[in-house]
């Protein structure tokens, strides 16, 4: 049972990260590629930690919290830079 | 003296959880340099955060976060009601203006990231005095509704936190 | 292939739901990303449901964990960083969409407040 909610949801977010791909393609403004972005790095963490949970290790979890740090601050670092023109003043 | 050893004494306690956390074992001996780094890092910082934020009734922190939690529980259902199966044009998006009993600059940050965090609201802009909190929702019949319903819901509680 | 550990019926049962919603609301943030109409309303799918999403994802992580004999907590770190810092990217990126967006027809002015400007969202 675990094993077939585990392949539902390795799909659900593998579909959600390829829909959010879309928007950020054609996202008509600048806002909309920051927040696909940053959706996309959300899912990312998702699937490192369904990875985790298949393969049944812990090593992978250090690499989560990693991407979920540099995902913020480059959500941050990419709205700074769009509002101000710079990104440490 | 004592408040030179210890200028934060919330976050001492909240990076010593931190580190037994990051370690994922609690051990005498990760507990012990979780603590001396508890204690080291707010004294090597305090020249950067000078201000103490200072809760009142921390301990209805506690309360506040269930009662948050819930809400986002709830309330994300409802959202994903609202995405799935309500078409745009029956969409009525709003802004909201709050205007804010607040003044402590980290009781609005509380406030504005709960009003981000429980869906169907997003805090976007604060007016330059500090006083007025502008919020869109996503789908909303009366902006007095939503406003009554935050500062009743939420305000009120962040305002005992804090004051 | 690697086998799944092997669990008690309830503890499988809680860890394949909490899954199941988890991979349900990540998908519905996105959905949501695609499907919205206008800038700002798009951000309000992703900050929150994919929060949820993958959080309700890390409970079933430290279910799983605790199940299976090797209890680890710091799934609690990685959720309450993305809980903490969700509401400040939404904000930044709300403030981007505002300044990027000003009189345009998509997204229409906010009421001024009495006798006083908003920081980012100013006529000037």
């Not at chain 1, 403004?29 to 290790?57: E, F, K, S, Y």
């Not at chain 2, 003296?1 to 306690?13: A, C, F, N, V």
């Not at chain 2, 580190?19 to 080291?40: A, D, M, R, S, Y």
């Not at chain 3, 907590?73 to 810092?85: D, N, P, R, S, Y």
Request: aromatic share 8%; net charge neutral.
């Amino acid at each position: 049972m675990i094993l077939m909610a585990l392949n539902f949801a390795f799909v659900a977010v593998a579909l959600s990260q390829l829909l959010a791909m879309l928007r950020l393609v054609k996202g008509p403004n600048t806002g909309d590629r920051i927040l696909a972005l940053d959706t996309m790095v959300i899912n990312a963490i998702a699937l490192i930690i369904l990875l985790g949970i298949r393969l049944g290790t812990d090593v992978y979890f250090e690499s989560a919290m990693i991407i979920a740090m540099l995902g913020f601050v480059s959500t941050v670092a990419i709205a700074r830079f769009v509002l101000r023109g710079d990104i440490i003043e | 003296m004592l408040s030179r050893l210890l200028p934060h004494p919330l976050l001492t306690i909240l990076l010593s959880l931190v580190w037994c956390l990051l370690v994922n074992e609690i051990k005498l001996g990760t507990v012990v340099f979780g603590v001396i780094l508890g204690l080291l890092i707010p004294i090597a910082t305090a020249a950067y955060w000078p201000d103490r934020p200072m809760f009142s009734r921390p301990w209805k922190m506690i309360g506040y976060m269930v009662l948050v939690l819930w809400d986002i529980l709830v309330a994300n259902v409802v959202v994903a009601m609202i995405v799935l199966f309500k078409s745009n044009k029956n969409m009525r998006p709003q802004w909201v203006v709050i205007p804010l009993d607040l003044r402590k600059p980290e009781a609005i940050t509380m406030l504005a990231g709960t009003i981000t965090l429980t869906p169907g609201t997003v805090s976007a802009d604060l007016s330059e005095d500090g006083r007025t909190l502008l919020v869109h929702a996503l789908d909303a019949d009366d902006p007095d509704a939503v406003r009554d319903d935050i500062k009743q819901r939420y305000e009120r509680r962040i305002k005992e936190i804090f004051e | 292939m690697i086998s799944l550990s092997d669990l008690g019926t309830i503890s499988e049962i809680i860890v394949s739901a909490l899954l199941v919603i988890g991979g349900f609301f990540t998908l519905v943030g996105s959905i949501g990303l695609l499907k919205l109409d206008n800038s700002m309303s798009r951000l309000h799918a992703p900050t929150k449901a994919s929060t949820l999403g993958v959080g309700s994802l890390l409970m079933a992580s430290m279910v799983y964990a605790f199940a299976a004999g090797d209890g680890s907590l710091h799934e609690v770190l990685v959720m309450a960083f993305l809980f903490v810092t969700a509401p400040i990217s939404g904000n930044f990126i709300a403030k981007a969409n505002m300044h990027r967006l000003r009189n345009k027809p998509d997204l229409p002015p906010p009421p001024p407040p009495p006798d006083h400007v908003w920081s980012t969202y100013s006529e000037k």
